[in-house]
Nanobody
Framework: QVQLVESGGGLMNPGRTIRLSCVASGFDLNYYVIGWFRQAPGQEREHISCATKSDQRSYYSDALQGRVTTSRHDAEKTVNLMIDNLRPEDTAVYYC??????????????????WGQGTQVTVPS
């Protein structure tokens, strides 16, 4: 069965760098792009990033621009997300997702087929 499992979340102090990981199983990553999203309470889900099979990367969040990096490691079936200089506004549930595409979208697009369960990132004030 298709599974996407996020890890690495938790309580993180402001200013720290966090690395989230997404481990995929049950499908061929060669046919899918992998995205990261986040959703804070009462807010819409925000598209953060996307990575192709060749590790071409796209970013969509103005709030995270310059602080975020995604990397794809298909041999390990893992896609990482790093966020630098964490802020309280980064508090959200972070999700990885997979979609049957060859290339990442040019703009934010929440229409991804498979989703992980999410991992909570909490940055206190």
């Amino acid at each position: 069965q298709v599974q996407l499992v996020e890890s690495g979340g938790g309580l993180m102090n402001p200013g720290r760098t966090i690395r989230l990981s997404c481990v995929a199983s049950g499908f061929d990553l060669n046919y899918y792009v992998i995205g990261w999203f986040r959703q804070a309470p009462g807010q819409e889900r925000e598209h953060i990033s996307c990575a192709t099979k060749s590790d071409q990367r796209s970013y969509y969040s103005d709030a995270l621009q310059g602080r975020v990096t995604t990397s794809r490691h298909d041999a390990e079936k893992t896609v990482n997300l790093m966020i630098d200089n964490l802020r309280p506004e980064d508090t959200a549930v972070y999700y990885c997702a997979a979609d049957f595409r060859a290339w990442c979208p040019d703009q934010a697009d929440p229409d991804f087929e498979y989703w992980g369960q999410g991992t909570q990132v909490t940055v206190p004030s």
